[in-house]
């Protein structure tokens, strides 16, 4: 490599949402060294299933903390979105080359990719123009194995930096089956399905007799098609879903445009 | 009205981002008396800019409330999406034939529509197959005059509940300007708008000289087409985007394909 070169060394910004203290978040980083400057940001708390919630009430603290030897580590105070807004601006001054998040423990495939924080804070580095890869592992496990996720990570993350530009705006969800490295089939680029929790509230009352409700739900794939990450990810391939920010249903712009009768 | 269709009076459901004792909630639970049964669940406090977060680490309370006379109306301590979940499985025991979100003080156009609570509950509901319709106005004052907003509330909500099913997925995000109502030139039927917030976050430091942050921004539009929610309002017309909740990029996707060399 030469002298120019070393001085360009990609920044990667790593964050989450199960906190930077996570082993997921721990193991992506472990994974990206050597690759570039890293630097992560990441909540100072769990922060699952926060989606695209940002902190508009009240301020933002940011500490640095002890990581991953051979990376740069802060702890915020806010949302997975937070930190990647907060990263920018206040830790590295400019954008990243590249952002990734995770790697989640459990699943974000299907309509989870909306509620996730992962895949939020990953989607907001799209929309600043940052190529994104969001990670998740399907296993909830606080030991869950993410050998074979570490390797997939890094071959992605280096597709990435050394491609050329396929959207300004990538933003890809990755899942990872919680299978065995010898038993991954491959890779699938994939549709979102529409799976989603058919869910439930459990009702209790409290000591004082007052009732509280705890969501559950029972996980239901709608969708027959065969190119989706449900099917993908049962057929122990690791599905990535490019994905993107502008929600307008154009089908139904162009239905109501002919329909409309106000 | 024969009595058969007296007992089929629809049912909607409000909800909101700004708190169940927010002025624009009211506003629209007014308009909507004499269109069917009404019941309002809201958050108990403001949940501006939560997005599609929900609450799984935590219970969530539930307290029936006073509100607009002809509504039932329930105080809830989670999230606009929350609120919208719960509802359904706890308070209605079925689906609405209609959930309507907002008003919104405040306006959420273009990529506004990811962060903002009001329009995930609209899209939370439309998930679940529930027609919905997020409302705005782009009057941040407590003191702003929802009258206008109100009239196009109910017109649409009229439109829906009596017209053919355009989408079993329909979500409308619509945006007011905050004009008088004569100045206001119709309804245009739009797509979401590439313009953002340039964010920098205000450095501060606390009584301990702690720093903190705050997030500030001016908000930017780089699109120039003439059909997006931005340009519609800027010219005095209602804007309706027709919103999905399908994230995948499917330009990218194929290009992915193309061009995929793992």
């Given at each position: 490599m030469s002298k120019a070169k070393k001085k360009e060394l990609p920044i990667i910004l790593i964050t989450n949402d199960d906190g930077v203290t996570a082993p997921g978040i721990i193991a992506l980083t472990e994974a990206m060294i050597g690759l570039g400057k890293i630097v992560v940001v990441a909540p100072d708390?769990?922060?699952s299933a926060m989606?695209?919630?940002?902190t508009i009430g009240q301020p933002l603290r940011l500490s640095k903390v002890k990581g991953v030897e051979g990376a740069e580590t802060y702890s915020c105070s806010g949302t997975p979105v937070d930190c990647v807004k907060l990263a920018v601006d206040k830790v590295l001054h400019r954008k990243p080359d590249i952002c990734i998040s995770g790697i989640n423990h459990g699943a974000n495939h299907s309509i989870n990719v909306i509620y996730s924080g992962t895949m939020s804070a990953a989607l907001e580095a799209s929309i600043e123009s940052i190529p994104s890869i969001g990670f998740s592992l399907m296993?909830?496990?606080?030991?869950a194995d993410f050998t074979a996720a570490k390797k997939i990570a890094r071959q992605l993350v280096e597709f990435i930096l050394n491609g050329k530009t396929l959207d300004k705006h990538l933003c890809l969800n990755v899942n990872i089956p919680a299978i065995e490295e010898k038993l991954i089939k491959g890779i699938k680029?994939?549709?979102q399905a529409y799976a989603k929790y058919d869910e439930k509230f459990d009702e209790r009352k409290d000591p004082h007799?007052?009732?509280y409700f705890w969501l559950t739900g029972i996980f239901q794939n709608f969708d027959k098609a065969k190119d989706t990450d449900v099917w993908a990810l049962k057929h122990n391939y690791v599905s990535v879903v490019p994905v993107q920010f502008d929600l307008t249903n154009y089908e139904l712009?162009?239905?109501l445009e002919k329909n409309w009768t106000l």
């Open positions: 708390k769990p922060q989606g695209h919630a940002i296993d909830y496990s606080i030991e680029v994939c549709k007799g007052r009732r712009k162009k239905k």
